[in-house]
C-alpha cells in the first residue's frame, strides 16, 4: 500500500475509507445481511402505548420475564418487527441469584470491590462474574424470547468494573486461567493487568456462549436469528474504567455487531483541551463513533448507532437535553457507512416522563416533554430512516489521519500506577481532540483489528502512544512497521514511563528483559534502538517515523499542546502540509450535517448555498443559503435536491413528524397515510410537489391546516394527532 493525500474539500476515497461510504466497495467490505436487518429500531420494556408509537422497523421488547410474550405480541400487533434486549452483566435475575433456575444459590457470584463490597447496577442488581451457570441461564431466557417469536437478540453491556476482580469466584477463575495463586489486583502493575485481560477474555467467551447457544436453539426450531451486543464504546469504557470484551467480539463468528451505545450521559463527560477540562459532547461523540465504526468496518458487519433525547440523568433540563441530543445526532450522521439507528432508548422515559422544565413552562418546576421539542425529534427519527444514500460529499480538514486506540486502553484504568481520573484520560485526548478540534475527522484505528486486510487502507498518518494501552499481539506491532515501509507517516507520542511497560507479556518476554511494546515497534521500523533527542523524524522504507519523547497527557495540559502535535505531523523529509477546517459538513444525498468548531478560535461562518429545510426546528422551518455560527451543528434537508422523483406527480415527502407508511395514487388523488406518536399533539408533514394542489382533506373528516408556498412547491400540512394511522388525501387541481 502506497497511502497519498488528497484534497480536502470533497474527499471521496480516503475519507470514504476512513469513515465509510456506500459507494465506495472497496474500502467498505460489503454486508450482506443489510437488506434484510431493520434499519430503525429502539428498545423498550414497556408494553405497546400510543404515545410511545415511534413507528420505527422494529421494537426491542427489553428484559425476558413472565410478561415478555404479551409484550411482544402486543408491538408485533401493531406492525413492528420484535427483538429482544436483555443485559449480559446485570439484570433482573433473581431466579438466577437465588437459585430457582438450577438449584444452586448464586448471590456470592456478583462483582466485588477492594473493600469486599457488592458492585451494583442499582439495589439489589449486582454486576455478575460471567460464571457458566451465568451463561447458561442467559441462553435459557434466549429460548424464551425465540419461542415468543423474536427475530434478533441483544446482548447489551458486558461491563466488568476495573476496580472489582476481589470475589471468591473471580480468584478461582484466575488461578484456573493463569495456573498460578490469585494476586490481589492492586498489589502491582502486574497484578493489574493479568486481572484486567482476564476479565476481558471471561466476557468475551460467555457472549460467545450465548450466542452459539441461542442460534443452535433456534436452528432446531428451524429459524434463523441474529445477535447483537449493545455497548458503550471503547472510548467510554475506558474514560469511566470499564473493562468490556469490545473488539473481540468480532472474533466470535456468531455475533452480527453491535449497537454503539453513545448518548449524552457518555459524550458530555468532560476532557481537557488546551490545559480547559470541559464538556465536548460533539467532539467526543464523534470520537466514540469512530471507534465504534471502525471495529466492525474491517469485518463488514452491523453496527447500529445509538442517540438519547434525554439520558439517565434525570436532573438536566429540557434544553439540555435537546442540545445535546443534536450534538450526539450530528455527530453520528458523519458516518454515511452507517445507516441503522437505535433513534431512542425507552421512549416512554422520552415521551412520558418529566423533567425540570428549563426555559419552557411548567408545574412544580418540571414538565413532560414540549411539543417543539417533540416535534424536532419525530422529524430527525424519521430522516434517519432515510440515510442510505449514494451521493456523498464533504467538506473537511485532511482526511488521512487516524489515531490509534485498543482495547487494553481499558485494562489500566483506576489503577494508582495509572492516569486515573475520568474527566481527563489526556493519554487518548491529548492526541485525538487536537485533530478533531482543526475539522480533521479522526479515524480511531481499532490496534485489533489491524492484521485486516482494509484496516489501515486510506490512512496517510497514524498518531499513536502506548502510554495508556500495549499491544496484545507482537503480529501487531509487524502490521505497523509494514504499513510505515510501504509508506505510511507514523507520529508517536510516549516516553516510557508508565510501570505497566513491566508486566509480564511478549515484549519483555514474559519479564526477563527490560523491552517495552514501543522498543519492539521501533526495532521492527528499523530504528537501532530508542531515540535519545526529545522530538525527530526519520525515514522508513518509503514511509516516515516521527516521534517526541513526552507523555501525551501533556499535550493536552499545555494551551500549545496541538501546535506541538501539527509539528510532528508535518515534520519530517517525507510529511505532508495538513490542511484544517473550522467545521466538519458532510452531505448523503439531500441531507447536510455537520458542526462549525469554535475552540481554536475561529469566528468564521459556514454560508451554504441553496434552499433547506431545518430538521433542528419543531417546524423543519425553511433557510435560503443558510450561516452556521461557530459552537452549532446542524442537520439540513436540501430542498432542490436533484433526484430521479424529480418530475414525478406524487408528492414527495421532505420531512414529517409522522412515519409515512403508505402512499396510493389514483389519475385525481394521492391518498398518504401517516402514523406516528400520541405523545405529540399535532403532526405536520413538508411536501413538495411540482403544482399547487387541489382540496387537502383528512378522510375522517377531521381539519387539515394546508399552507402552499408557491415559490418553493412546498406544501406544508398540520393535523391534530389521531391515534392510529391518519389518511390524507390531496386532491389534483385540474
Known amino acids: 500500500m502506497n497511502p497519498g493525500r488528497l484534497n480536502p474539500m470533497f474527499c471521496s476515497f480516503v475519507i470514504c475509507s476512513i469513515l465509510g461510504c456506500e459507494n465506495i466497495s472497496a474500502t467498505q467490505p460489503s454486508n450482506t445481511k443489510a437488506e434484510v436487518e431493520p434499519r430503525t429500531v429502539f428498545q423498550s420494556f414497556a408494553p405497546f402505548s400510543p404515545a410511545i408509537d415511534i413507528r420505527t422497523d422494529a421494537a426491542i421488547v427489553y428484559g425476558v420475564d413472565a410478561s415478555f410474550a404479551k ?14 434486549m436483555t443485559g449480559s452483566a446485570w439484570g433482573d435475575y433473581s431466579d438466577y441469584t437465588s437459585g430457582r433456575f438450577d438449584g444452586t444459590p448464586h448471590e456470592d457470584e456478583g462483582q466485588v470491590d477492594p473493600q469486599g463490597h457488592v458492585i451494583g447496577h442499582n439495589a439489589g442488581v449486582p454486576y455478575m462474574v460471567p460464571a457458566p451457570s451465568f451463561s447458561k441461564y442467559l441462553v435459557s431466557l434466549s429460548n424464551k424470547a425465540i419461542d415468543a417469536g423474536a427475530t434478533a437478540l441483544y446482548y447489551e ?3 466488568f468494573w476495573s476496580r472489582a476482580g476481589y470475589s471468591k469466584g473471580f480468584q478461582k477463575l484466575f488461578e484456573t486461567e493463569y495456573g498460578e495463586k490469585w494476586m490481589r489486583p492492586d ?3 502486574d497484578a493489574f493487568w ?7 477474555l471471561l466476557y468475551k467467551r460467555h457472549l460467545g456462549t450465548i450466542i452459539a447457544g441461542a442460534r443452535e436453539y433456534a436452528k432446531q426450531t428451524g429459524r434463523d436469528i441474529k445477535c447483537y451486543v449493545p455497548t458503550h464504546s471503547l472510548v467510554n469504557y475506558s474514560q469511566w474504567s470499564i473493562v468490556s470484551p469490545e473488539s473481540s467480539l468480532m472474533d466470535l463468528p456468531d455475533c452480527d455487531g453491535y449497537i454503539a451505545q453513545v448518548w449524552t450521559g457518555t459524550a458530555r463527560t468532560p476532557n481537557t483541551y488546551r490545559g480547559k477540562r470541559k464538556e465536548r459532547t460533539f467532539e467526543t461523540a464523534f470520537l466514540e463513533y469512530s471507534s465504534m465504526w471502525n471495529m466492525v468496518a474491517p469485518t463488514g458487519r452491523t453496527v447500529y448507532f445509538l442517540a438519547d433525547p434525554v439520558e439517565d440523568d434525570p436532573s438536566h433540563t429540557w434544553n439540555d437535553y435537546r442540545a445535546n441530543y443534536e450534538r450526539t445526532v450530528a455527530a453520528s450522521l458523519l458516518f454515511p457507512g452507517v445507516n441503522h439507528f437505535e433513534v431512542m432508548p425507552w421512549p416512554d422515559r422520552v415521551m412520558t416522563h418529566a423533567y425540570p422544565a428549563g426555559s419552557y413552562p411548567g408545574k412544580d418546576g418540571k414538565t413532560t416533554i414540549p411539543q417543539d421539542y417533540a416535534r424536532e425529534l419525530m422529524f430527525v427519527v424519521n430522516a434517519l430512516e432515510n440515510m442510505k444514500q449514494g451521493k456523498v460529499a464533504w467538506d473537511c480538514g485532511a482526511s488521512d489521519i487516524g489515531v490509534l486506540v485498543s482495547d487494553s486502553m481499558m485494562f489500566q484504568r483506576a489503577s494508582k500506577w495509572g492516569d486515573n481520573d475520568s474527566l481527563v484520560f489526556g493519554a487518548f485526548y491529548g492526541l485525538a481532540l487536537p485533530l478533531v478540534e482543526h475539522g480533521i475527522p479522526a479515524r480511531c484505528v481499532v490496534l485489533e483489528q489491524v492484521l485486516q486486510p482494509q484496516a489501515l487502507a486510506g490512512v496517510h498518518t497514524l498518531v499513536m502512544s502506548y502510554a495508556a494501552m500495549k499491544p496484545m499481539k507482537p503480529e501487531y506491532n509487524n502490521a505497523i512497521a509494514q504499513w510505515v515501509k510501504a509508506g505510511g507517516h507514523l507520529v508517536y507520542v510516549g516516553d516510557d514511563s508508565d510501570p505497566f511497560n513491566n508486566v509480564r507479556a511478549w515484549w519483555n518476554q514474559d519479564g526477563k528483559t527490560s523491552g517495552t511494546a514501543r522498543s519492539d515497534l521501533f526495532k521492527k521500523c528499523e530504528m537501532a534502538g530508542l531515540p535519545s533527542a526529545e522530538t525527530g523524524s526519520v525515514a522508513v522504507g518509503k514511509g516516515l517515523l516521527s516521534w517526541r519523547n513526552t507523555h501525551p ?10 501546535e506541538v502535535l501539527f509539528n510532528l505531523l508535518k515534520s519530517g523529509p517525507k510529511a505532508h502540509p495538513v490542511a484544517t477546517k473550522p467545521w466538519f459538513k458532510l452531505q448523503r444525498g439531500p441531507y447536510v450535517v455537520g458542526s462549525v468548531l469554535e475552540e481554536t478560535g475561529s469566528t468564521k461562518l459556514l454560508e451554504l448555498k441553496g434552499i433547506y429545510l431545518d430538521l433542528f426546528t419543531s417546524d423543519a422551518a425553511l433557510v435560503v443559503n443558510p450561516a452556521v455560527q461557530p459552537g452549532k451543528v446542524f442537520l439540513f434537508r436540501q430542498v432542490d435536491f436533484k433526484n430521479a422523483a424529480k418530475g414525478s406527480s406524487e408528492p414527495q415527502l421532505l420531512a414529517g413528524t409522522a412515519r409515512l407508511e403508505n402512499t396510493k395514487q ?10 406516528g406518536p400520541a405523545s405529540l399533539q399535532t403532526d405536520m408533514a413538508v411536501l ?20 402552499w408556498d408557491q415559490k418553493n412547491h412546498l406544501l406544508r400540512l398540520s393535523w391534530q394527532h389521531q391515534t ?4 390524507i388525501t390531496i386532491e389534483s387541481s385540474h
Request: glycine content about 8%; hydrophobic content about 30%; overall charge neutral.
Open 724 to 727: 392510529g394511522p391518519a389518511h
Open 71 to 84: 409484550r411482544a405480541a402486543e408491538w408485533k400487533a401493531q406492525g413492528y418487527k420484535v427483538e429482544m
Open 194 to 200: 493479568r486481572t484486567a485481560r482476564l476479565k476481558y
Open 187 to 189: 498489589s502491582s502493575p
Open 666 to 675: 389514483t389519475s385525481s388523488s394521492v391518498e398518504m397515510t401517516f402514523r
Open 688 to 707: 413538495s410537489l411540482q403544482e399547487k394542489p387541489g382540496a387537502v382533506k383528512m378522510t375522517n373528516g377531521d381539519p387539515v391546516t394546508v399552507k
Open 553 to 562: 497527557d501533556t499535550l493536552a495540559q499545555d494551551f500549545h499542546g496541538d
Open 157 to 159: 453491556e458486558p461491563e
